[in-house]
Nanobody
Framework: QAQLVESGGGSVQAGGSLRLSCVGS????????MGWFRQAPGKEREFVAA???????TLYTDSVKGRFTVSRTSANTMYLQMNNLKPDETAVYYC???????????????????WGKGTLVTVAS
């Protein structure tokens, strides 16, 4: 079993930036697609971004394109650079990993093999 641990959350003013990290341990994730989801209070968990096994194939939800950048520097380390944050992006951000999904299939939270426990991002207006 892999363990995913997120870090880098915190409080920021609208328009500010944060960089989230996700580090996997206990097993290599080289054959896994990795991604980020977020969940605001009272809302469903929603897809944010994903990065493929080759580290170069990425996917974003439309609302973050041009502001967020997902990257993967090793099989077990993924980042989410978030710029120009908005108050409605306040949420718990989760990283995840899936063995048999494609990057496009990462839009659904179903079928993930591993989830982290999340890191809270608060964007003040």
């Amino acid at each position: 079993q892999a363990q995913l641990v997120e870090s880098g959350g915190g409080s920021v003013q609208a328009g500010g930036s944060l960089r989230l990290s996700c580090v996997g341990s206990e097993r290599t994730l080289s054959n896994y697609v990795m991604g980020w989801f977020r969940q605001a209070p009272g809302k469903e968990r929603e897809f944010v971004a994903a990065v493929g096994r080759s580290f170069s194939n990425t996917l974003y939800t439309d609302s973050v394109k041009g502001r967020f950048t997902v990257s993967r520097t090793s099989a077990n380390t993924m980042y989410l650079q978030m710029n120009n944050l908005k108050p409605d992006e306040t949420a718990v951000y989760y990283c995840c990993a899936a063995l048999i999904k494609t990057v496009a299939e990462m839009r659904s939270p179903n079928g993930m093999d591993y989830w982290g426990k999340g890191t809270l991002v608060t964007v003040a207006s």
